[in-house]
């Protein structure tokens, strides 16, 4: 149980175009998501955190017109990177909680910018 | 602020060879501890939550304590495939979103 999913796994995008990651708890209903990024070697770094049907609440310093994120439903977030560059390039990873304090990782979608 | 600080920052053991790793923590009212194992290039896989001090919980080769200012992550008689970066994180008591304070994490290595 407690099956979080990410799509894509990996993608590679140009300079200022945009991309958009899925993530999916399978065999759950998450009441709340989590977007993080993880850099080479460092420890995850909070996002965002959002509610099925509400706005994201974003991190200091993390752009929202950057970073969009939508909870469309109980079981599924997503992350767009808009115009995205180079030092976007990253690790993102979601993670989805249900009524407890666990929280469950996706496997991560790996971001390059060329 | 809320700061986890685990050491060592690396590990080496011989398969077989049992050892402790620590996660030092100052949060300002603990709601939670969670131990996380993760892999490279994939996601945090959940071990264990710690909720108060003199807790313990154990999971095959892994048992994880707790105290008012720190947690242990007991490894007995690994093996190789224990391998991996161990995470861990606190959820403090204020605030309505449950969010995660990560440490950096310590790389384990297990050979055979």
């Known amino acids: 149980g407690a099956v979080v999913s990410q799509h894509p796994s990996w993608v590679i995008c140009k300079s200022g175009t945009s991309v958009k990651i899925e993530c999916r708890s399978l065999?759950?209903?998450?009441?709340?998501m989590f977007w993080y990024r993880q850099f080479p070697k460092q420890s995850l770094m909070l996002m965002a955190t959002s509610n099925e049907g509400s706005k994201a609440t974003y991190e200091q310093g993390v752009e929202k017109d950057k970073f969009l994120i939508n909870h469309a439903s109980l079981t599924l977030s997503t992350l767009t990177v808009t115009s995205a560059h180079p030092e976007d390039s990253s690790f993102y990873i979601c993670?989805?909680?249900?009524?407890?304090?666990?929280?469950?990782f996706g496997p991560g979608t790996r971001l390059t910018v060329t | 602020e809320d700061q986890v600080t685990q050491s060592p920052e690396a590990l080496r053991l011989q398969e077989g060879e049992s050892s402790s790793l620590n996660c030092s923590y100052t949060?300002?009212?603990?709601?939670?501890l969670f131990w996380y194992r993760q892999d490279p290039g994939k996601g945090p896989e959940f071990l264990f939550t710690l909720y108060s001090a003199g807790e313990e919980k154990e999971k095959e080769r892994l048992k994880a304590t707790l105290t008012k200012k720190e947690s242990f992550l007991h490894i007995t008689a690994p093996k190789p495939e224990d391998s991996a970066t161990y995470l861990c994180?606190?959820?403090?008591?204020?605030?309505?979103?449950?969010?995660?304070?990560f440490g950096k994490g310590t790389l384990l290595t297990v050979n055979p």
């Open positions: 949060v300002s009212g603990l709601r939670g």
């Open positions: 065999d759950f209903q998450a009441t709340t």
């Open positions: 993670s989805a909680s249900h009524q407890g304090y666990e929280q469950y």
């Open positions: 994180a606190v959820l403090n008591s204020g605030g309505s979103n449950y969010k995660l304070t």
